[in-house]
């Protein structure tokens, strides 16, 4: 069978989110109620993108899952802990929409830094990096600096540096927003590469229907103000490969994601 | 790379070589008895006729403003460290940094010369490091609390503590605007520390030199001071702009000026 639709056997929950909602400025005249009774179970080893419209609270949410901020009512569980302790024990990595690299830092040495932070010593570190470089493909760069790069090649750098402390859990949002169609279709193409050698845990946040459906074993469709889950749909398109884009089964999973868009759109 | 300075040179090099000759030929015209201004050949002339006393003024300027600067400096980065590290700190040395740098430093001189003794140093040095403190306090300040939000949260999900986000994240961030605030300090260092010393102070000084020559009417002398008082802030200039390529090795080669 396709080994992309079926989640490990013993699918253990990467992340658990339990009756949570999230009240920016609780009280206060500027109050936003961002996210409403959202109870998400993600299994560990899939590819899940979150989708909707602009600041229904994707980002809050995944932000919610790396412990960057925190639910003003119920809980989040990533493997099998409070989502601090897991933030505490490196148990994800992050990659955002402008790369974050850090322009005082050369490619390997961004790469470097998680690992760093952990304590590795020089030689692992500069193995590790090595590895990752060949991984996004860039090995002729790792002594460039950041500004000496490409958008695209910046983002790679940005996906390998998430990668690097090898975390089972990936969080991304939008990484590929500020890439041109050519590129991001070419990044897709990798991430999805690295999934299926590596059958992390991705949650995924973009924009775009194609993207979402090309990549995951699963859309999670959201509707804005206050944030909720509208939709919970799976995508079974088995293995990527170059004819995914142009296949039926693509389209009518495109189809559905846009319905569902669309209906909650109407709603309001 | 030898080279390349000496071409980058080049342009600053025409200016001011021509700029000399213009000056010296217009005055040949219009004031020929050069009462008002030397023209650059006399003030040669008065440079090398007291060579001996300038360099010594100017050693013992240079001791003042390079100690000046140096303490102004360490100050200004220390302060600005504990003010973006420690809310308790922001909210107590910030303002009375700005309350610092609303007094008009220079006119303390007269005050610190009483307190330090009329012939000492120490009330010179005092006015450059007061003056060097402001500049480099807001600028390494800025610098080191406009990191991108993306940036800290990103080491908040390595869980880093504060200590490596400043180590590692706000410090690197604020070497360009440190490196911004050393060059108008250094420039600052060496008007303060003249102007102090027209006051009194340290004697044998390029500001005393100044004074004096002025005072009985050897304006070339003055000048020819005032020759050595710009060389010697172009040269702190030019050892900040190489601190900072070396510090800053991320950074497009830019010229000095960048
Ligand atoms: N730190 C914050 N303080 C106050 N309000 C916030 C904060 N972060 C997000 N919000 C609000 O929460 C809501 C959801 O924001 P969020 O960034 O999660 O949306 P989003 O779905 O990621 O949007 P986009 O697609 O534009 O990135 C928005 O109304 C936003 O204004
Ligand atoms: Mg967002």
Same mark, same amino acid.
């Given at each position: 069978m396709n080994d992309h639709d079926t989640p490990p056997s013993k699918?253990?929950?990467?992340?658990?989110?339990?009756? #949570?909602?999230? #009240?920016?400025?609780?009280?206060?005249?500027? @109050?936003?109620?961002?996210?409403?009774?959202? /109870?998400?179970?993600?299994? /560990?080893?899939?590819?899940?993108?979150?989708?909707?419209?602009?600041?229904?609270?994707?980002?809050?949410? $995944?932000?919610?899952?790396?412990?960057l901020t925190h639910p003003t009512e119920g809980s989040v569980v990533?493997?099998?802990?409070?989502?601090?302790?897991?933030?505490? /024990?490196r148990d994800y990595g992050m990659a955002f929409q402008t790369s974050g690299l850090f322009e005082w830092r050369t490619v390997t040495q961004n790469i470097e830094l998680p690992l760093q932070l952990m304590g590795w010593d020089?030689?692992?570190?500069?193995?590790?990096?090595?590895?990752?470089?060949? $991984? #996004?493909? $860039?090995? @002729?760069?790792?002594?460039?600096?950041?500004?000496?790069?490409?958008?695209?090649?910046?983002?790679?750098?940005?996906?390998?540096?998430?990668?690097?402390?090898?975390?089972?859990?990936?969080?991304?949002?939008?990484?590929?927003?500020?890439? /041109?169609?050519?590129?991001? @279709?070419?990044?897709?193409? @990798? #991430?999805?590469?690295?999934?299926?050698?590596?059958r992390k845990t991705i949650v995924f946040v973009t924009h775009s229907i194609p993207e979402a459906v090309f990549l995951s074993n699963r859309v999670v469709v959201m509707s804005p103000r206050p944030g909720r889950i509208a939709a919970d749909i799976s995508v079974p398109l088995g293995r990527r490969n170059f004819d995914t884009r142009e296949s039926q089964g693509f389209f009518d999973s495109i189809t559905e994601v846009r319905e569902a868009l669309r209906f909650e759109g109407s709603t309001r | 790379m030898i080279k390349r300075a000496l071409a980058g040179a080049f342009p600053a090099l025409v200016i001011g070589v021509?700029? *000399?000759?213009?000056?010296?030929? =217009?005055? *040949?015209?219009?004031?020929?008895?050069?009462f008002l201004l030397p023209r650059p050949t006399e003030i040669f002339e008065a440079f090398t006729e007291h060579f001996d006393a300038i360099w010594s003024a100017t050693i013992n300027t240079g001791y003042i403003v390079v100690t000046g600067l140096i303490v102004g400096v360490i100050l200004g980065v220390v302060w600005s460290l504990l003010v973006s590290r420690f809310r308790i700190?922001?909210?107590?040395?910030? !303002?009375?940094?700005?309350?610092?740098?609303?007094? !008009?430093?220079?006119?303390? &001189?007269p005050i610190f010369n009483a307190w330090y003794g009329l012939l000492s140093p120490t009330s010179n040095q005092a006015i450059v490091v007061l003056l060097v403190f402001f500049p480099v306090?807001?600028?390494?300040?800025?610098? *080191?609390?406009?990191?991108?939000?993306?940036?800290?949260?990103?080491?908040? =999900?390595?869980?880093?503590?504060?200590?490596?986000?400043?180590?590692?994240?706000?410090? !690197?961030? +604020?070497?360009?605007?440190?490196?911004?605030?050393?060059?108008? &300090? =250094? =420039?600052? +260092?060496?008007?303060?520390?003249i102007v102090a010393e027209y006051f009194g102070g340290s004697q044998d000084t390029l500001g005393q030199f100044i004074v004096q020559n002025a005072a009985s009417g050897r304006y070339t002398n003055a000048w020819a001071a005032v020759v050595a008082a710009s060389a010697m802030g172009i040269t702190l200039y030019l050892v900040s702009g190489g601190f900072e390529r070396v510090a800053t090795p991320w950074r497009p080669d830019v010229d000095v000026v960048g």
């Open positions: 699918a253990a929950a990467a992340v658990e989110i339990d009756s #949570v909602s999230k #009240v920016f400025n609780l009280g206060k005249p500027n @109050e936003v109620h961002a996210l409403d009774g959202i /109870d998400l179970t993600i299994d /560990d080893g899939t590819f899940v993108s979150l989708i909707g419209p602009s600041g229904c609270g994707k980002s809050t949410l $995944l932000r919610l899952m790396g412990a990533v493997n099998g802990k409070s989502a601090d302790q897991a933030r505490l /024990d020089k030689a692992q570190r500069k193995e590790r990096a090595l590895e990752m470089l060949d $991984l #996004v493909k $860039l090995a @002729e760069f790792g002594d460039h600096y950041p500004r000496e790069l490409s958008g695209g090649m910046q983002q790679r750098v940005a996906i390998a540096r998430a990668l690097s402390f090898r975390p089972q859990l990936l969080l991304m949002d939008e990484p590929f927003g500020a890439l /041109d169609e050519m590129t991001r @279709e070419h990044m897709q193409t @990798e #991430v999805l590469e690295i999934w299926e050698k590596t | 021509g700029g *000399l000759v213009l000056w010296e030929l =217009s005055l *040949l015209v219009i004031n020929p008895d050069g700190a922001d909210e107590t040395l910030t !303002p009375l940094a700005i309350a610092l740098n609303a007094i !008009p430093i220079i006119a303390l &001189a306090f807001i600028n390494t300040t800025k610098g *080191l609390t406009s990191v991108g939000a993306t940036k800290i949260e990103l080491m908040d =999900s390595y869980a880093a503590s504060k200590w490596e986000i400043t180590r590692m994240i706000r410090i !690197p961030n +604020a070497m360009p605007l440190f490196f911004t605030a050393l060059k108008i &300090a =250094s =420039s600052l +260092a060496v008007i303060g520390a």
